[in-house]
């Protein structure tokens, strides 16, 4: 059965940094990324990484946040540096067998979803 796992978030003053972990158990996938969901709004994309190409972030990430993944241990990290109150979301890791996906595909059709973990940035 497949499992992802999250961990890693808490609260964070503005400026801060958190290192959240996702780990996979029961198969190797090729694509993990991260998502979010912020108070009342919609889930949104925030990092991706595939075996073929480099990661990609949203816009709003981008220098801020990094992904990177341990294929030994079949876990994605997502490291998060300046943190703004804005981050404040549940963030979820997500999975899939394909070897790449368009961050619009990724939204909409990733096979595997963790139940999340939330992080509050305070200002």
């Known amino acids: 059965q497949v499992q992802l796992v999250e961990s890693g978030g808490g609260l964070v003053q503005a400026g801060g940094s958190l290192r959240l972990s996702c780990a996979a158990s029961g198969r190797s996938f090729n694509t993990m990324g991260w998502f979010r969901q912020g108070p009342g709004k919609e889930r949104e994309f925030v990092a991706i990484?595939?075996?073929?190409?480099?990661?990609r972030y949203a816009d709003s990430v981008k220098g801020r946040f990094t992904i990177s993944r341990d294929s030994a241990k079949n876990t994605v990290y997502l490291q998060m540096n300046s943190l703004k109150p804005e981050d404040t979301a549940v963030y979820y890791c997500a999975a899939d067998q394909r070897l790449f996906l368009t961050t619009t595909q990724a939204m909409g059709s990733m096979d595997y979803w963790g139940k999340g973990t939330l992080v509050t940035v305070s200002s």
């Open positions: 990484s595939s075996s073929i190409g480099s990661p």
